[in-house]
């Protein structure tokens, strides 16, 4: 199976302030078909389910605020939240698809306003 | 409006069976490919089973022969068969929609394995 490992597992960042969460895969997760990586990543926030923020490593769901974007380099990967915001307090997560199943979730980071 | 809605959890002794059910609007399970995701308290997320449109059916080695995913088209609604259920076991049990990423999820229902 294919792991993701993210870091940190918590960060606290001011409001305003640049977000980046990474995450990185055990194996090479690029599709030679379209030549985009197989990865997404989702947001927790307390109490709800996951909601979808970026999948092909880069590409924003649709209504997913333009503060969020997705960034890629060999197997690393990094959620980038521009300017933070005290509703993007939240648990993320990222998550590949390109061996499955299973699907492989990373392990989370927390995201706190400092 | 793309919904769903997942019932069936509670309290069940190890060893037990419990059914859950997801049912879905605003777009057909049919046509989709459905997935079983679960979250114990405090953890991250585990994918469980996913049911392909054609019906072929995958598993997490956890529960390969233990847990059975299915569908009735008519509902229009996405099950999960639990049976011999450990203490492992215990989680928020989410549905979602995808083949790739998943871009629909459920509230969730609690499943809580325990004597």
């Known amino acids: 199976d294919i792991v993701l490992t993210q870091s940190p597992d918590s960060l606290a960042v001011s409001l305003g302030e640049r977000a980046t969460i990474n995450c990185k895969s055990s194996?090479?997760?690029?599709?030679?078909?379209?030549?985009?990586?197989?990865l997404a990543w989702y947001q927790q926030k307390p109490g709800q389910p996951p909601k979808l923020l970026i999948y092909?490593?880069?590409t924003r769901e649709s209504g997913v605020p333009d503060r969020f974007s997705g960034s890629e380099s060999g197997t690393e990967f990094t959620l980038t939240i521009s300017s933070l915001q005290a509703e993007d307090v939240a648990v993320y997560f990222c998550?590949?698809?390109?061996?499955?199943?299973?699907?492989?979730f990373g392990q989370g980071t927390k995201l706190e306003i400092k | 409006e793309v919904q769903l809605v997942e019932t069936g959890g509670g309290l069940i002794q190890p060893g037990g069976s419990l059914r859950l059910s997801c049912a879905a609007s605003?777009?057909?399970?049919?046509?989709?490919?459905m997935n079983w995701v679960r979250q114990a308290p405090g953890k991250g997320l585990e994918w469980v089973s996913i049911?392909?449109?054609?019906?072929?059916?995958y598993y997490t080695d956890s529960v390969k022969g233990r847990f059975t995913i299915s569908r009735d088209n008519s509902k229009n609604t996405l099950y999960l068969q639990m049976n011999s259920l450990r203490a492992e076991d215990t989680a928020v049990y989410y549905c979602?929609?995808?083949?790739?990423?998943?871009?629909?999820w459920g509230q969730g229902t609690l499943v809580t394995v325990s004597s």
């Open positions: 979602a929609r995808g083949e790739l990423y998943f871009d629909c």
């Open positions: 998550q590949q698809y390109f061996v499955t199943p299973p699907y492989t």
């Open positions: 092909w490593a880069s």
């Open positions: 049911i392909y449109r054609d019906g072929s059916t």
């Open positions: 194996h090479s997760i690029l599709y030679n078909s379209n030549n985009k990586n197989n």
């Open positions: 605003g777009f057909n399970v049919r046509s989709s490919y």
